[in-house]
């Protein structure tokens, strides 16, 4: 047996939602290098600049222009790309969005749905559309986004919205997971700490949250984006083949305080 090819995903075709920067980006790398031919999923073509980039490595790397809150053209791209004999066989939920600051007193009507609407119902959206065609095929993975923020309430700053979506991107796993098991679809997901993003540290507020945070934090640092798409690389892969409704805490320890 080679356990290194466990990790190898030759002949794979990979989605992944919001590839374009950050932590998408990084799992489209390191799911191409594996072997995997890659569909990313971005708004706009200047959003994937950088994950097209990529093909100058010789990657199998495709663009769809989308955006997950439109179920709709979610359909639409995952119906296409198995009508076309290309149908996905991994599905990485990675689009999401952030806000934090506000109290709950003052969050708005539009605040709370915007975060769902991306959030949660942008990763039902995708998974039913691309899951749908991974439960006829017998086979599949998905891995999504979550947060320890699903598991913990972050301090100082407030951030109920955020924090209930990826509680219920957690429980959409684990219930998809079980639900699917019987076809030969697992899925999984990730549950990051603080990622050093230029999102997060464009943020003028985290400059005084960022001591607190680590002060949180048994390994005393944020996280890279790197590190977060090598769990997904696992949990895409064979490696992970016994593992379905998990949520992988990638956290450098915050949630065992």
């Known amino acids: 047996m080679s356990y290194q090819k466990k990790f190898r995903l030759d002949g794979e075709r990979a989605v992944v939602t919001g590839g ?31 994950a097209l980039a990529l093909r100058e490595k010789g990657y199998d790397i495709d663009l769809r222009i989308g955006d997950v809150t439109d179920s709709a053209r979610m359909e639409a791209i995952a119906t296409e790309l198995a009508d076309g004999g290309r149908a996905a066989t991994i599905l990485v939920n990675n689009a999401g969005i952030g806000q934090s600051g506000i109290p709950s007193q003052d969050v708005t009507d539009a605040d709370w749905l915007r975060m769902m609407d991306v959030n949660i119902n942008g990763v039902f959206w995708c998974s039913r559309s691309f899951g749908r065609h991974m439960v006829a095929m017998k086979r ?20 109920t919205p955020y924090n209930v979506s990826k509680a219920a991107v957690h429980h959409l796993t684990r219930s998809m997971a079980a639900e699917w098991a019987e076809h030969g679809v697992r899925v999984n997901a990730v549950a990051p700490t603080y990622i050093e993003t230029p999102m997060v540290m464009a943020v003028e507020a985290n400059r005084d949250r960022i001591p607190i945070w680590l002060a949180d934090t048994p390994m005393g640092r944020m996280g890279a984006p790197e590190e977060v798409a090598s769990a997904v690389l696992f949990l895409a892969s064979s490696a992970a083949s016994l593992m379905t409704g998990t949520i992988v805490n990638v956290d450098a320890g915050f949630t065992c305080w």
């Open 20 to 50: 374009g920067r950050a932590i998408g980006l990084c799992c489209v790398e390191a799911l191409a290098e594996a072997g995997a031919a890659i569909v990313v999923i971005e708004r706009a073509e200047a959003d994937a600049r950088e």
């Open 140 to 159: 599949g993975a998905i891995v999504n986004l979550g947060s320890m923020s699903g598991i913990i309430c972050n301090r100082p700053q407030p951030q």
